[in-house]
């Protein structure tokens, strides 16, 4: 007979907690990893823009794994390259869900991109998510949209312009269903409020001659430029300008599709004074921002700048995470119902995705570029704006046709080629 003294049961409670910390341990180690797709153009006009935001995301996995994974499983990120080719980005997004058999993708930069895809997802009812900001006039139960759409960047720019710039606007982009769509919804706003719309030119993505255009910007005279040219081409369409002695100072331009970690490459080209629209600067004074920055360039680097699109995507891998706890399952048709209608609190404040649209609450800066090639606040909307997807100057079903009859421009694509204009 075993007879238990104070002495004897405390050494068996110790006993019994280190056996059940390490049978917690070995079914911890058990447990089969997440898998999650990343797919980014590494190649291609496109690669300046989108390999920070791989970046981004493998920070975020990191992040997580140190902790333990997510209901102790760990995250395996596969990584895959979309050359910058919407049809590249559509086999690879039925390789990573049939045959990497992952659990989310995170990926995209350009609509034509996402737009190509999206009947991938909804075909095998997957779960895409997709951090840049867009023209909007989407919604589908098989994408979280972490991005701001028009009326949270492009609208507010719109009427900051107006007020302080002048009424005559030229638009310039490039030539896909992004620049299209949202200068659609610039000029209807802008004639409701007696704006000019002096021009409007577009060359495919990747151009690198924008000479003719910007002779037209010297003969129209427009008070400002907005900007929805994509990837490389802004370098050498910041050259054109340039180089024809137009300047920040004569006529400002204000781009939506530069990314602040984007600005470092502009070396010799002067962009002090010109505008970004984003919904998240380095420079942001709050306490999650220092860490993540700073955790960050001790991983990456002290030189790395940070944009906008890496910490949405960032923010994204988190909320994602956050919803999978709440499902208790990494798979898809389980984690949706808990996607939105969710919040959480990163580098750029609260991210909250509303239910019914799959958008997300954005606040929005307006920010001039300074001589060091950094960003200063001149205006921001100080609480977060609501998504508008699809705007109230057309039906749905007006817009949903307007982006059919583009897709049919380009024959039955979602961007334009050098051979199909």
């Known amino acids: 007979m075993i007879y238990f003294t104070k002495k004897n049961i405390s050494i068996v409670s110790i006993l019994a907690v280190l056996l059940i910390a390490a049978v917690g341990l070995v079914l911890s180690l058990n447990k089969s990893p997440i898998k999650i797709g990343v797919m980014h153009s590494l190649t291609g006009h496109m690669a300046e823009s989108e390999k920070s935001i791989v970046d981004a995301l493998l920070f975020a996995v990191d992040e997580i794994n140190a902790k333990g994974g997510i209901n ?34 995170f990926g995209c930069w350009t609509s034509s991109c996402r737009k190509s895809v999206l009947p991938v997802f909804e075909k095998h009812n997957h779960l895409l998510y997709y951090s840049l900001q867009y023209e909007g006039l989407e919604s589908s139960n098989n994408i979280i949209y972490l991005g701001a759409v028009p009326n949270q960047n492009m609208i507010p720019a719109l009427e900051w312009s107006l007020s302080k710039r002048g009424k005559k606007i030229y638009l310039v982009g490039s030539d896909y269903v992004f620049p299209r769509a949202a200068n659609a919804v610039i000029r ?53 300008l340039r180089a024809a002695g137009i300047t920040a100072s004569m006529i400002p331009t204000i781009s939506f599709s530069i990314s602040e970690d984007e600005l470092s490459q502009f070396k010799g080209v002067d962009l002090s004074g010109d505008i970004l629209v984003w919904n998240y600067l380095q420079g942001l004074d709050n306490a999650l921002n220092k860490q993540f920055v700073s955790g960050f360039h001790e991983k990456y680097g002290s030189d790395r700048r940070i944009g906008n699109p890496m910490v949405t995507a960032y923010t994204g891998l988190h909320l994602w995470a956050k919803a999978v706890r709440k499902a208790g399952s990494s798979k898809a048709e389980k984690v949706r119902p808990f996607a939105s209608d969710l919040s959480i609190h990163g580098p750029g404040g609260m991210i909250y995705i509303e239910a019914e649209t799959h958008h997300s609450w954005k606040s929005v800066h307006i920010a001039r570029i300074n001589e060091n090639n950094s960003l200063e606040s001149i205006w921001d909307s100080k609480v977060p704006i609501a998504p508008q997807p699809y705007p109230e100057t057309r039906t749905v079903l007006e817009w949903q046709a307007f982006l059919q009859y583009l897709k049919i421009s380009w024959t039955g694509k979602w961007q334009a080629t050098p051979d199909s204009i």
């Open 72 to 105: 102790g499983q760990m995250i395996i990120p596969i990584v895959k390259d979309g050359r910058s080719d919407p049809d590249v980005f559509v086999r690879i997004a039925e390789e990573l869900i049939l045959q990497d058999e992952v659990d989310v993708v």
């Open 188 to 240: 209807e706003q802008s004639l409701q409020w007696r704006g000019e719309i002096v021009g409007e030119q577009y060359l495919p993505l990747g151009a690198i001659d924008f000479r003719a255009i910007v002779e037209d910007i010297k003969k129209q005279q427009p008070d400002v430029i907005f900007n929805t040219i994509n990837g490389h081409s802004n370098l050498e369409f910041f050259k054109s």
